[in-house]
């Protein structure tokens, strides 16, 4: 099968076009231009060069009407004017003209009504590989008819020469042309850049047709009730989200549409580094042909050591979600009957779970909140704390008040419960206190989702005014409310005071948003 529209891509002297491979090809092609090694899994494992993480500093948008007046511009979406992007676009294209390309046309989003067709050009085969595995496979009969909402050209191979006459962060440039429906990808190889750059596009998208665009992992249970899982990276938001008593939706990028919540994606994109079979048994079977490992370290025979980080911490792997065996086949369900925001508090002073009303919800979703433990290398062991606005920042191209107005109607309309969950320290502060136990945030998860929680009596967090139940089934009452888990009172008391501080400091940033000020009413009052 051709592709349509090969005649629309403005490429030269195009050699031979691999569309829509199957799997079985697309390994072969992998393995034999030397680009992939196979593993014993069945697996293929590539190295990405020396980016192995996105490059956000290098991500820029056109700003021309109408859309630059919906941008909101900053350190994460940065301007660039259409006379650069189209110098950009003529040397990506002159890097993939001539040449034979691999062209995979996929679907974002599982729901009619809201999904995007996509085409992904590129030279390297386990890109294609990647996209395959990542994005909403079309059928043989939906390929004949495809034609493409937008297009995306990675040219890994090139850079651009001319960065410090452009004014640009460096040689590597990820740039969007949104009326054009084009993004251009150069200098950098890492899969994920193409995965977060449709991610990026799907939440300019739908937001501005009033439905809401999520960064969060998301299940269904036996009643069809569905779940959210909100949560920064070390939050346990992938681990807590795979459960086999309830099929996933997704791992990681959502929809909430007027016909309920979707999987944007077809696949799975797990961090590998000390990935333990106990642990986290579900990932760890979905390691098998198919998937495609990223920078991991490898022996002779095709083993795999996924404690050696040399090459990066971010080791990575990508997988069709078909290779869970519990997963939801339609990537669909119904609105939400539970939203949960998980932070790992590393001050210790948050409570395991705590039920927050509409008002809180759109605080701590703007909020962000978690928080990183500093290298010891550097001699460092108070927590970091971490504010990443609506769970996702590093992706939004709108300003995060649009998401949060849409997560309270959408609250309101649908009479959804949110709670917060701590999945960090308790006892005190990191080197004092100990993680929060799996048993314990698995007892919390547990109880939100079966409605035990609801029947709970509750007291109030003073200072963050959280309401906390007093007893719950599978949690220990004791660590409840934080406060009874240190030894130290006082303490406990300044460094709860210590983070609603940090809270309110970042929350300033909101200061001329409106409705701002009703929301942050419903944060920590010191």
């Not at 850079?159 to 949104?178: A, M, P, Q, R, Y």
């Not at 501080?501 to 970042?506: A, D, H, L, P």
Request: aromatic share 10%; hydrophobic share 35%; charged share 25%.
């Amino acid at each position: 099968m051709t592709p349509k529209g090969l005649d629309k891509l403005g490429l030269k002297n195009i050699g031979k076009v691999y569309y829509n491979l199957d799997y079985d090809e697309v390994i072969r092609h992998t393995l034999e231009r030397g680009e992939a090694k196979l593993t014993k899994s069945g697996a293929t494992a590539v190295d990405t060069g020396i980016f192995t993480g996105r490059s956000p500093k290098d991500k820029y948008f056109v700003k021309q009407p109408p859309s630059e007046k919906y941008i909101a511009w900053g350190d994460i979406n940065q301007p660039i004017s259409k006379e650069i992007f189209e110098e950009l676009f003529d040397i990506a294209k002159e890097e993939l003209s001539g040449k034979d390309l691999y062209i995979t046309d996929v679907y974002v989003g599982a729901s009619p009504s809201s999904r995007r067709s996509i085409r992904v050009v590129c030279e390297v085969a386990w890109q294609a590989h990647f996209i395959k595995n990542m994005f909403i496979r079309p059928s043989e009969e939906e390929l004949e008819n495809f034609e493409p909402d937008f297009t995306l050209y990675n040219a890994c191979k090139v850079t651009n020469d001319k960065w410090k006459e452009h004014g640009l962060n460096s040689e590597v440039f990820v740039v969007f042309n949104i009326e054009e429906n084009v993004a251009v990808i150069g200098g950098t190889w890492y899969g994920g850049e193409m995965k977060k750059g449709i991610f990026t596009m799907m939440n300019y998208w739908l937001p501005l047709e009033g439905k809401l665009s999520m960064h969060c992992s998301a299940n269904i249970g036996k009643e069809d009730d569905v779940a959210l899982f909100f949560g920064l990276s070390g939050t346990g938001k992938t681990t807590l989200s795979t459960d086999p008593n309830r099929r996933l939706i997704g791992d990681d990028e959502h929809g909430w549409d007027e016909n309920g919540v979707f999987n944007f994606e077809g696949g799975c994109y797990a961090k590998v580094i000390n990935l333990d079979p106990d642990s986290e048994p579900e990932i760890y079977a979905a390691i098998r042909k198919g998937a495609l490992l990223e920078n991991v370290v490898i022996d002779e025979e095709g083993n795999v050591d996924y404690k050696d980080g040399s090459k990066t911490e971010n080791t990575r792997v990508s997988y069709p979600i078909e290779h869970i065996e519990n997963h939801e086949c339609t990537l669909m369900g119904g609105h939400p009957k539970n939203i949960i925001f998980l932070s790992a508090d590393a001050f210790g002073v948050l409570p395991p779970v705590s039920k927050l009303t509409r008002e809180q919800a759109m605080y701590y979703f703007l909020s962000g909140y978690t928080a990183k433990v500093a290298g010891t290398e550097r001699g460092i062991t108070e927590p970091v704390a971490t504010f990443s606005a609506c769970f996702g920042e590093a992706f939004l191209p709108l300003h995060p008040t649009v998401y949060a107005k849409l997560l309270g109607e959408k609250i309101d309309e649908h009479d959804v419960n949110v709670y917060l969950v701590n999945t960090g320290w308790t006892g005190g502060p990191y080197g004092v206190g100990h993680r929060m136990s799996i048993k314990d945030t698995r007892g919390c998860i547990n109880g939100i989702l079966s409605g035990a929680i609801n029947e709970s009596e509750f007291e109030t967090l003073p200072i963050f005014n959280l309401q906390i139940p007093k007893s719950l089934e599978g949690v220990s009452t004791e660590v409840l409310n934080p406060i009874n888990t240190w030894e130290d009172k006082e303490a406990y008391m300044e460094n709860l005071k210590k983070l609603a501080g940090m809270f309110q400091k970042n929350f300033h940033r909101y200061d001329d948003a409106e409705g701002a000020a009703e929301i942050a009413a419903a944060g920590p009052n010191v």
